[in-house]
Every structure is written in structure tokens, then in C-alpha cells.
């Protein structure tokens, strides 16, 4: 294991040359008539701008937890070496730089794709509209998982000869600035995506009664603008965190295990510090087997365009962790690895897969048709039977993991260690994931652009079925992406509590009590099962603020400008001012949720101690993990169910209907549940998670 980040480097560097190359490839293909470039246009410099806005108040928070690291390490934690303060914070800062890199690339690459993707279908038809739209995707999903690898590759590179606690410092360092980033990025972008989305259907499609994406509406460009920084940048930062999170808890744990459990997982190797070595290193190593087989992965899928796209990306989701965990098998025996560990990544991938499917099918088949069906007697049973779904939906994913967890715990013997490695062989196929999930808003995007440039229907009915199987690899993408984090937060917590007596014990204090019959650990499960309740409810606050802002503004634009309704030629929206809005509300909304999510660790932490944190974290995951399913859940299904209807799956009730009235109030109301306070809570557990690692040593 002594050349993993070589490897690992070496894997990631080519995922990034692929990246450029199909990066360049979307950029040389057609974009259509001057109509189309100029929407297009529109939606790229709005999503810069925003990046742009974003990027600056992130620079400052970077700033501030730089020389809060530096200091918190270098002159209080263990040794007080300013030498390790410094090395912690630049680990930090390239976490951080990382991640929003990994969004700038993905963002430039889709806002190219979505035009391209238009005039594809309009031009070739839908193999090669696919195509376009996957590679547009890929640039992202293999920035993502490349610049991942290449930067815990280099980490551990230069630190895997320094001592335990030093390496520790810089991989926990890593893995906060990918994780709070994503935090920002993701409630930012969120956001920015439902307020705009929320806006223009409100005032839209139930009050001027006007199709979607069409141009009269001042909030279309906004809409689209924000399908690019809520689902692809805001999405490849939680992708990449979770990334970055599952390696580093492993890793964690595998300095801190006690060694008779790291026995279980080489019983050949008998050298302590060889088996610590292996234990750290094996993260990196699947990864490295991941990306490799996720490159391959993409160009089988862009091979199959000619089948239906539904069946190719679900495959390309799901198939991936099962090579990988095959590869394993192969490659394991020579590394002295036992077959424990390559059946604890079958239960990984198995337990994504399942996870994957049960979401799709909440999210797709029988219960939006339910929903739809409730409908048709207003929005008050649309509401009520899509939160019944959204409950339904938690049961058995989360059931799920905790089988995956007992398995590769109890039945393998591997512990909480095993637990993280699970959740590694759950994400192994990171960058196909993300590639697929970033195709969906591209997809979207390039249906608002034909609509707007009225490219026709027979374009539409095409782009609509990219849109389609979208939504769906969408929402296997993020039962996917909580799933790993509930279990990279179980490593999270267990890397915590090893790392909190480690410290006491290189200090000569007696290990402390950190089991449920201890009285500050209960208190502490009820302080964490606080904050995804906040988390959640300041961000749908925010959407509704925002958004709200936005109604007002488009309403003012139909009734102030001359023409605009009637669609009278010339007349044009101030689509600009709807971007300015919504920019500048989701920038100053995200600030609370990210800095409740950051700081909240530290204050407990340091204020009621470590055994308030240790309650804190099992709480906080807990009650996170409920809320993040069943958000994200019953949000695509009020979506779904609006889109079940306007396709004319409810007979007798088509587009424009009463029920459809009541099915557009359910998927406004689900729109935050799914795109920003689901996904901020699923993050806001990991945060907690990373930060608590951090500062363990600090605290006795």
C-alpha cells in the first residue's frame, strides 16, 4: 500500500485530462440559432454572477477558519506546534479550494451542454441529444471525484510517514473545508434554485395560467439559471464532501481501531504499524479502483445511447460498486486482505443500490400516481398525501442501512470500521454518480431553451423524456448520496469518540463515559436532534422569503410593462433583476443555516464537553437522517405527481385542470423540501461530524 497515492493521483490526474477532453468536445459542438445562444447566454452569465457573489463570501469564511485552525492547533491543541496550526489550515483551505473548483468546472461545462443539447435533439434526435447531455454531466462527475482523489492523494503523500496525531490534523483539516463549503454551496444554491422555481410557477403557471419555461415569464431565465448552481454546482459540493468524508472516517478509524479488530481485516499482517498503514491506505485504494471503473463506465453509457435512457442510467448508478467490489475480490488476497472486507463492500453497494431503487420508486411509480389521484380534490390532499409518502419512504432505507451496518460490524467482525468501509464501497462510483445526477439539470435547461426559442414540439417531446429520466437518476442520485452520509456520519461519530479518549490518554486522563447511561450524553442527544429542526426550518423560511420576492417582482413586470402578457413581439422581461434577486436573497439566507452548522460543534464542544458533543452528534444523526429522507422523498413526489398529470396520466384532468392547479401548490411546497432543506440537513450531519473530529483533541 506504500504507492496508493501515487496511484491515486496518477487515477485522478487522468480523470481530469478526460474531463478536459470532453469538456472541449461540448464546447465545439453546434448551439443552434442566435434566438437559443442568446437564452443560453442569459443562463450562463446569471450562474457566474451568482458563482461569482458566492465565491467572495466563501473567500472570507475560508479566511476566518484559516487562522481559527491555525490558531486552535498551533498554540492550544496537543504539542502547541504552530508547525502542525499551519499545516492543518492550508489542508483546509485546499478542501475547500477543491471543492468550489470541482463546482466552477462542472457549472461552465453544463451551461454549455444545455444549448447543445437543444439544438442536438432539434437537429439529430435523442441518441445524440443523450449523449451530449451525459458528457456535459461528466465533465462534472469526473472533476468531482479527480480532484478528490488528487487532493487526499497528495495529503496523504506527503503526511504518511508523520506521526498519527499530525495526520490526523491535516485529513480531519481536508475534510472541514469540503464539508462546510458544500454546506454553503448546497443551502446557496437551493436557495437561489426554489425561490426562482417557486416564483415563476406561482405567478406562471397557477395565476396567468402560461406554460412553463415560457418566455413571457420574467422568472424562466432565473429558473434555469438556477437548475445549474442548485443541482450541479450545489450537488457536486455535497457529492465531493461525501466523497472526501466516507475516505477520511475510514482513515480516521484506522488509526484509532484497536488493533485486534484491524487483525480481522488483514489477519496475515502481524506488524501493528504495517497493519495501521494498510487500515489507512485502503480508502484511497478503493477509490482509486472507482474512479477507474466510473471512467470506463461513462463511455459504455455513451455507447448504449441508442436504448432507452431510463434503463442505461439507472444502470450506470447502480452497476459500478458491484465492479468495484468484484475488483476487490481479485486484487484483495495480494494485499493479505481478508474476504471480511470485500463482503462488507458487496453490503456497501448492495445496500446503495437498494437504497437507490426504493427512493426511485417512492419518487416515480405508484405512490406520485397516489398523489396525483389526491389531487384531484385540492391542494389541501395533494399536500397531505405527498407528506404521507414522504413518511412511508424513511422505513425501509433506513432499515437498510442498519442491516448493512449490523453485517459489516457484528457478522464480519470489523466493527465500526467496517461500518465506514461500507459506506467507501457505497460510493465508489462517485463520479458516474455525480455525471448522471449533473445530466438531469442539463436536460432541464435544454427543455427551457427549446420552449423559449420555439424550437416546436416534436424537440420538446424530446427534451421532456431527457428531462423525465432526469428526475428520476435525480432522486436515485440522492438516496444515494444521504444514504452514504448517515453511514459515513455512524464512522464520523465512532472516529470522534476514539480520537477524544486517544487524546486523554496521551495526556494521562482516564477515558471518558461515552455510553447512553451517562447523564451528559442524553442531554446531548437532545441538544443535536435541535439543530436539523433549525437547519431545515431556516431554510424553507429563506425559500419563502425569497421567493415571495420574486412573486412580487414578476407580478409587477406583468402588470408594468405594456405587452409582456399578451406576448406582443419586441416586448421582452427584465429577466435580469428576477437573477439579481434571487442571487443576492439566497447569499445572505445561507449564512445562518452554514454558521449553525460549523459553529454549533465548537460551542458545545468547548462549552459542555466532549460527553454534550458525543450526545450531540447520535442526535443530531438520528433525527438528520429522518428529516433528510423524508424531504427529499416526499418532495420528488409532489413533483413527480405534477408531472404525472400534465402528461395526461390522470384521465379526465389534463394540463390546467383544477387538479393540476393543485398538484403545481404540492410541488411548490415540495420544491425546498427536496433541493435545499433535505440536502442541507443531510450535510449539516457530516459538518458536524467533520468539525467534531477536528477539535477532539482539543477537548479533555
Excluded at 515 to 542: D, H, K, R, Y
Aim: negative net charge; glycine residues 12%; proline residues 4%.
Amino acid at each position: 500500500m506504500d504507492s496508493v497515492s501515487i496511484y491515486a493521483i496518477a487515477v485522478g490526474a487522468v480523470a481530469l485530462i478526460v474531463a478536459a477532453i470532453l469538456y472541449f468536445k461540448v464546447q465545439a459542438a453546434p448551439e443552434g440559432n442566435e434566438a437559443m445562444q442568446r437564452i443560453a447566454r442569459y443562463i450562463r452569465e446569471g450562474a457566474m454572477a451568482f458563482l461569482a457573489r458566492e465565491y467572495k463570501v466563501l473567500a472570507i469564511y475560508a479566511l476566518f477558519v484559516f487562522v481559527a485552525i491555525v490558531g486552535l492547533i498551533g498554540f492550544v491543541g496537543h504539542g502547541g506546534e504552530l508547525e502542525r496550526g499551519v499545516e492543518a489550515g492550508v489542508a483546509f483551505l485546499a478542501g475547500a479550494f477543491l471543492s468550489l473548483l470541482a463546482g466552477f468546472f462542472g457549472m461552465k461545462a453544463a451551461t454549455y451542454a444545455n444549448v447543445r443539447t437543444s439544438e442536438a435533439a432539434r437537429a439529430h434526435g435523442m441518441p445524440t441529444a443523450l449523449v451530449l447531455a451525459l458528457d456535459g454531466g461528466a465533465v462534472m462527475g469526473l472533476c468531482v471525484a479527480g480532484l478528490g482523489l488528487v487532493g487526499l492523494g497528495a495529503l496523504y503523500y506527503l503526511f504518511q510517514n508523520a506521526d498519527a496525531h499530525n495526520l490526523s490534523n491535516v485529513l480531519h483539516a481536508f475534510a472541514v473545508g469540503a464539508s462546510s463549503i458544500a454546506l454553503f454551496a448546497r443551502i446557496g444554491g437551493g436557495i437561489y434554485t426554489k425561490a426562482a422555481d417557486v416564483g415563476a410557477d406561482i405567478v406562471g403557471k397557477v395565476e396567468a395560467n402560461i406554460p412553463e419555461d415560457d418566455p413571457r415569464n420574467p422568472g424562466v431565465i432565473a429558473d434555469n439559471v438556477g437548475d445549474n448552481v442548485g443541482d450541479i454546482a450545489g450537488m457536486g459540493a455535497d457529492i465531493y464532501e461525501s466523497y472526501i468524508a466516507a475516505m477520511v472516517a475510514t482513515m480516521a478509524l484506522g488509526l484509532t481501531m484497536p488493533v485486534e479488530v484491524l487483525q480481522i481485516l488483514a489477519p496475515e499482517v502481524t506488524d501493528e504499524s504495517a497493519l495501521r498503514l494498510l487500515a489507512v491506505g485502503l480508502p484511497i485504494f478503493l477509490a482509486t479502483v472507482g474512479l477507474g471503473v466510473s471512467i470506463a463506465g461513462i463511455f459504455v453509457t455513451r455507447a448504449l445511447k441508442n436504448m432507452a435512457p431510463a434503463t442505461v442510467l439507472r444502470a450506470a448508478l447502480i452497476v459500478p460498486p458491484f465492479l468495484v467490489t468484484a475488483g476487490a475480490a481479485a486484487v484483495f488476497p495480494s494485499l493479505g486482505v481478508s474476504m471480511n472486507a470485500v463482503l462488507t463492500l458487496g453490503a456497501g453497494a448492495l445496500g446503495g443500490a437498494i437504497v437507490g431503487l426504493i427512493t426511485d420508486y417512492y419518487t416515480s411509480m405508484k405512490p406520485i400516481r397516489d398523489v396525483a389521484q389526491a389531487s384531484i380534490t385540492g391542494p389541501g390532499t395533494n399536500v397531505i398525501s405527498g407528506l404521507a409518502v414522504g413518511f412511508q419512504s424513511v422505513a425501509i432505507p433506513l432499515l437498510v442501512l442498519c442491516i448493512v451496518g449490523w453485517f459489516s460490524a457484528t457478522a464480519m467482525g470489523l466493527e465500526l470500521y467496517g461500518i465506514a468501509l461500507a459506506a467507501v464501497g457505497m460510493l465508489s462510483g462517485t463520479a458516474i454518480v455525480m455525471t448522471v445526477d449533473a445530466y438531469g439539470p442539463i436536460a432541464d435547461n435544454a427543455g427551457g431553451i427549446s420552449e423559449m426559442s420555439g424550437l416546436g414540439p416534436e424537440v420538446r417531446t424530446i427534451t421532456d423524456e431527457l428531462d423525465s429520466v432526469g428526475n428520476t437518476t435525480a432522486a436515485v442520485g440522492k438516496g444515494f448520496a444521504i444514504g452514504s452520509a448517515v453511514l459515513t456520519v455512524v464512522a464520523l461519530f465512532a472516529a470522534f469518540n476514539m480520537e477524544v479518549n486517544a487524546n486523554r490518554a496521551r495526556s494521562g486522563l482516564e477515558a471518558l463515559d461515552l455510553s447512553l447511561v451517562s447523564a451528559p450524553v442524553l442531554l446531548g442527544i437532545l441538544f443535536g436532534a435541535i439543530l436539523p429542526c433549525i437547519v431545515a426550518a431556516s431554510t424553507m423560511t429563506a425559500v419563502g422569503r425569497a421567493a415571495g420576492a420574486i412573486v412580487e417582482e414578476i407580478r409587477r413586470q406583468f402588470r408594468e410593462i405594456p405587452g409582456l402578457l399578451e406576448g406582443k413581439p419586441g416586448v421582452d422581461p427584465d429577466s435580469a433583476r428576477i437573477v439579481d434577486l434571487a442571487t443576492g436573497a439566497a447569499i445572505k439566507e445561507m449564512i445562518l443555516p452554514g454558521v449553525i452548522a460549523v459553529v454549533a460543534p465548537v460551542v458545545i464542544g468547548f462549552g459542555l464537553g466532549a460527553e454534550v458533543l458525543a450526545g450531540a452528534l447520535a442526535g443530531a444523526t438520528a433525527v438528520g437522517a429522518v428529516i433528510a429522507l423524508f424531504m427529499a422523498n416526499a418532495g420528488g413526489a409532489w413533483d413527480n405527481a405534477k408531472k404525472h398529470i400534465e402528461k395526461g396520466g390522470l384521465e379526465g384532468h389534463k394540463k390546467g385542470s383544477d387538479a393540476h392547479k393543485a398538484a403545481v401548490v404540492g410541488d411548490t411546497v415540495g420544491d425546498p423540501f427536496k433541493d435545499t432543506s433535505g440536502p442541507g440537513v443531510s450535510i449539516l450531519i457530516k459538518v458536524m461530524g467533520v468539525v467534531s473530529l477536528l477539535i477532539a483533541p482539543l477537548l479533555h
